[in-house]
């Protein structure tokens, strides 16, 4: 009902759609209109994504062959139904209406994420350990590069890092979390 009604500027028509989906307060035909007449020419929808369970997105063009991503946020209702929560309009490109990627295994990320790491350490942008951890439990802990160059020490597990500046930021936070939590006097 929405594009129907949107594509051919039919203000009856999106008044009746924002009267199902929007509190009255939040009618806007006419604000929906001149977004439609500024998005230009007869528009010609080429996609239909649902990025979320309650967000559907079209990509659409114009008559100059411009994209449009057009998104569209519901959220459930109290009394049953869906309300619209936002509209949101952006430029597309080709990449919008390639395929989605699989869905990527969790031993293929690690397996990217470590020949990432390794070839950070190899142009000596890294040296360290890592650390990644699912619902708390580790699944990857290696150490990578050398601990001193000078002495050509490599890292190790338990390796001991001097952290040096980064230390202010976490004192930062943490005081900043105290201070909100109102446990500071």
């Known amino acids: 009902m929405f594009w129907k009604a949107f ?13 199902q989906v929007l509190p009255e307060e939040k009618l806007r035909a006419q604000r929906l209109l001149g977004l439609r007449h500024q998005l230009g020419g007869e528009l010609q929808a080429l996609c239909l994504l649902t990025p979320g369970p309650e967000e559907i997105s079209i990509i ?32 597309a490109g080709p990449e919008d209406l390639a395929p989605p990627l699989p869905a990527m295994s969790l031993a293929g990320a690690l397996q990217g994420m470590e020949g990432e790491i390794e070839k950070a350490v190899l142009e000596d942008r890294f040296s360290g350990v890592v650390l990644v951890a ?24 338990d390796t001991k890092f001097n952290l040096g500046s ?20």
């Open 60 to 91: 659409a063009s114009n008559e100059k062959n411009n994209l449009f991503r057009l998104t569209l946020a519901f959220e459930n209702q109290s009394r049953g139904g869906l309300q619209l929560k936002s509209l949101m309009v952006d430029e």
């Open 134 to 157: 699912r619902n708390f439990q580790p699944i990857f802990f290696k150490a990578y590069g050398l601990a001193s160059k000078e002495f050509a020490v490599p890292n190790q597990l």
């Open 7 to 19: 594509k051919a500027e039919d203000r009856a028509a999106l008044e009746s759609f924002f009267q």
């Open 166 to 185: 980064i230390n202010k930021i976490f004192t930062k936070i943490a005081i900043a979390q105290l201070a909100q939590e109102a446990v500071l006097a």
